[in-house]
T-cell receptor, first 116, second 114 residues
Framework: AQKVTQAQTEISVVEKEDVTLDCVYETRDTTYYLFWYKQPPSGELVFLIR??????QNEISGRYSWNFQKSTSSFNFTITASQVVDSAVYFC?????????????FGPGTRLSVLP | DTAVSQTPKYLVTQMGNDKSIKCEQN?????MYWYKQDSKKFLKIMFS???????INETVPNRFSPKSPDKAHLNLHINSLELGDSAVYFC?????????????FGPGTRLTVT
């Protein structure tokens, strides 16, 4: 089973629409960290947010917001009033400790296309 | 100033050759990483070093060998290159000792094995 699942492989929206990218994770660790990264067409990976397992408070940063729910093991990412520059592949990631030590896993990514 | 730099940006080589990719970070971070991103954009961690000590060593062929001469550098050497090694390789760094901190990535090295 995948540790980090991003069920949406590709999403297309029209500019100014809101869009939510789903992330579901699996861990037995009680202390873990979740991340979102953005990879625009230029190829670099850009850090967006980090959240630890004890902080379930939702976060908003400009047009971006994140909804962390431990009960459903989800850490979803919403872009409000999307723009063409938001077009990218978005990765959710999990940092945990397992039986073998530290583990860091990226989800498969969601490709978001924002059309003008 | 580039925070995490990698050289070369592109690398085209033939099967069986040996090649190295260099990575340097000027952020003063303690931990560095190598990732492989395949053609489907799937990202997988390969190695992680903290203060020159290996802390993550995922299941990768032993043809891949990381070398950390100091905590600002983590180089990746690949022996006997195979077609399946073609991918984009990313170096990254983070502040703390483990993987709990955000990572800053280099621009990537696109390796093509023919």
């Amino acid at each position: 089973a995948q540790k980090v699942t991003q069920a949406q492989t590709e999403i297309s929206v029209v500019e100014k629409e809101d869009v939510t990218l789903d992330c579901v994770y699996e861990t037995r660790d009680t202390t873990y960290y979740l991340f979102w990264y953005k990879q625009p067409p230029s190829g670099e990976l850009v850090f967006l947010i980090r959240r630890n397992s004890f902080d379930e408070q939702n976060e908003i940063s400009g047009r971006y917001s994140w909804n962390f729910q431990k009960s459903t093991s989800s850490f979803n990412f919403t872009i409000t009033a999307s723009q063409v520059v938001d077009s990218a592949v978005y990765f959710c990631a999990l940092s945990e400790r397992d039986n073998y030590g530290q583990n860091f896993v990226f989800g498969p990514g969601t490709r978001l296309s924002v059309l003008p | 100033d580039t925070a995490v730099s990698q050289t070369p940006k592109y690398l085209v080589t033939q099967m069986g050759n040996d090649k190295s990719i260099k990575c340097e970070q000027n952020l003063g971070h303690d931990t560095m990483y190598w990732y492989k991103q395949d053609s489907k954009k799937f990202l997988k961690i390969m190695f992680s070093y903290n203060n020159k000590e290996l802390i993550i060593n995922e299941t990768v062929p032993n043809r891949f060998s990381p070398k950390s001469p100091d905590k600002a550098h983590l180089n990746l050497h690949i022996n006997s290159l195979e077609l399946g090694d073609s991918a984009v390789y990313f170096c990254a760094s983070s502040q703390g000792q483990g993987t709990s901190d955000e990572q800053y990535f280099g621009p990537g090295t696109r390796l093509t094995v023919t």
